[in-house]
């Protein structure tokens, strides 16, 4: 069956495939093929064609790969004693931030490389195929573009996140300014998406709306941090500029609800944040009921949520939220890859059906439902991204 001299593989032994495809749904008693990077077949086991390989996976459960649409990897440092202050009763603050930019700033080059790379690849480890990572620790002009170029050339998706707090001694309506030109100038080459932190003790509403409007001229699309730390106006600023998500959704009122649910805007939550720094858990049944698009994410960072665990967000979706199995599946890879606009059309992630990217993750499990089942339990059995086998 190979075209193009690229190298099939017919998927057999599958217990259960979660295609988070509308037609196809999820499925018992199929194979799937794929043929160089992408997925070419799904069917009936029974009637699987013929492969230049033939891999048969005992009878474990299949899923796109999770696609982690949230994450700060461009970092140099560690914030633990922060952390274990915060367990013991300190509230955590965005100023925090500050403490990452001033190491982010002194490392080099090479550090940077190191740290974002060993955390992709841990990431990649636990079946994350497709990332998403920031910029935001830099907040200088040349920082913030080595923290871009760096980021491009290791993960997926490259947001520029300039705006992620006002660096110490700077007016917050100068560094805006800042960010609005000289910055989004040297910045914008490199990245896919911008973002801003709107929220008390970062930027306001007009800081929000005048950052979003400038990269929105160059092309961009637009994220938001929105109402993780208490209730404000970033889910709205994001569904009024149009932005792909508005992410954090801790604090929503059912205003901000229901502009979600009329909205293309996809609400990420981050519930490994939340534990972290011991914010509430967002409402996500009132936002899967009222018909918003709900994405997963791990939201991984050296100072709010410091875990590239996408199957621990799953599980405490499940377990501490009231998502269900599928949905909090659903969220994290249908839903990621929908936040990052890359659901649809050839080499879409976070699905797998004839023509998506060959992103599987294979779990040691008859089922996905042992992923909230058998919380904490390593469940990853084997990954392939793009048709070739990454891990073990
Ligand atoms: O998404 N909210 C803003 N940014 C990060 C926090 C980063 C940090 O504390 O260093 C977040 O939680």
Known sequence: MAVNNAVS???????????????????????????????????????APEADQRVDLGGRAVLPGWVDSHTHLVFAGDRTEEFAARM?????????????????RAAGDAELAGVLRR?????????????????????????????????????????FLGAHLVPPGWDADEYVALVC???????????????????????DEDQSRTVLLAAAARGLGLRVHGNQLGPGPGVRLAVEM??????????????????LAGSDTVATLLPACDLSTRQPLPDARALLDAGATVALASNCNPGSSYTSSMAFCVATAVLQLGMSVAEAVRAATWGGARALRRETGDGAVGVLR????????????????????RPGVPLTHAVWQRGRRVVP
């Open 181 to 203: 030109g000289d910055m989004l100038d040297a910045v914008a080459p490199h990245v896919r998406w911008a973002d801003v932190f709107c929220e008390t003790g970062a930027f």
């Open 354 to 373: 004839p023509g998506s990217r060959a992103d599987l993750h294979v779990l040691d499990a008859p089922s996905a439902t042992h992923l909230a089942y």
């Open 88 to 104: 013991a009763g300190q509230p955590y603050r965005a100023g925090g931030i500050a403490v990452t930019v001033e190491a982010t």
């Open 9 to 47: 593989t017919v998927f057999v032994g599958i217990s259960e495939l979660t295609t988070n495809d509308d037609e196809l749904g999820q499925l018992s008693g199929v194979a799937l093929v794929t043929e160089g990077e992408r997925v070419v077949w799904v069917g009936p086991a029974a009637r």
């Open 119 to 159: 955390h992709a690849a841990e990431a990649l480890a636990q079946g994350t195929t497709c990332l998403e990572t920031k910029t935001g620790y830099g907040l200088t002009v040349a920082d913030e573009v080595r923290s871009a170029r760096l980021a491009a050339s290791t993960v997926d998706e490259v947001t």
């Open 242 to 259: 149009g932005a792909a998500s508005v992410d954090h959704c801790t604090h929503l009122t059912p205003s901000d609800v229901d502009a």
